[in-house]
């Protein structure tokens, strides 16, 4: 399970899932979770906020595809991206900021929906563990830390889980 996606999920969904993997586990399976490591507020914000853009890109295109999909009707220029790291959470929040007040029809669901300025939609979680914390998150789950891998600045880790028996 690479690629942090472990960290789209609040704690109690990814418990649940790391639970519900270890069900399904023979006693000398592994499971290897990519995560993302608690590091400083400066460095997460600033990958999250890119100065080229490509992560505001990759938000915004959830409301192209609800204009394409859904016949809505979103001006992808009149929303800005967002991404704070929220410490006490140890998560980023994207979001996707109304840049002015503005009402969005969209046809599939027969409604429009209104922005304020300033307003935003909270279009995806990117929580961050400490060790400790994945460790705590791994045994409630059933499991347990056989090994792992960090890269050399300790930003991210590959975490080798078995069965807890």
């Given amino acids: ?10 704690p109690d ?9 270890r069900q399904s586990m023979g006693p000398g399976d592994l499971l290897l979770v990519g995560i993302d490591l608690v590091k400083d507020q400066a460095i997460i914000e600033s990958a999250y906020n890119d100065r080229s853009g490509v992560t505001a890109e990759f938000n915004k295109n959830i409301l192209g595809r609800i204009n394409r999909e859904l016949g809505g ?4 220029e009149t929303f800005e991206h967002w991404a704070p790291y929220l410490p006490r ?3 980023v929040e994207m979001r996707l900021v109304s840049m002015t007040d503005q009402v969005v029809p969209v046809a ?24 400790g914390s994945f460790d705590r998150l791994v045994n409630e789950s059933g499991l347990r830390r056989v090994r792992d891998w960090s890269d050399s600045k300790g930003w991210f880790a590959d975490v080798l889980l078995r069965r807890h028996e």
Wanted: proline share 2%; net charge negative.
């Fill in 1 to 10: 399970f690479l690629g942090s996606n472990i960290g789209n999920f609040d």
């Fill in 13 to 21: 969904t990814a418990r649940s899932f790391l639970a519900g993997v």
């Fill in 73 to 76: 009707a979103f001006e992808l």
């Fill in 89 to 91: 959470e140890s998560k």
């Fill in 108 to 131: 599939a669901l027969s409604r429009s929906f209104a922005f304020a300025r300033g307003e935003y939609i909270h279009t995806e979680d990117s929580h961050k563990y400490t060790p």
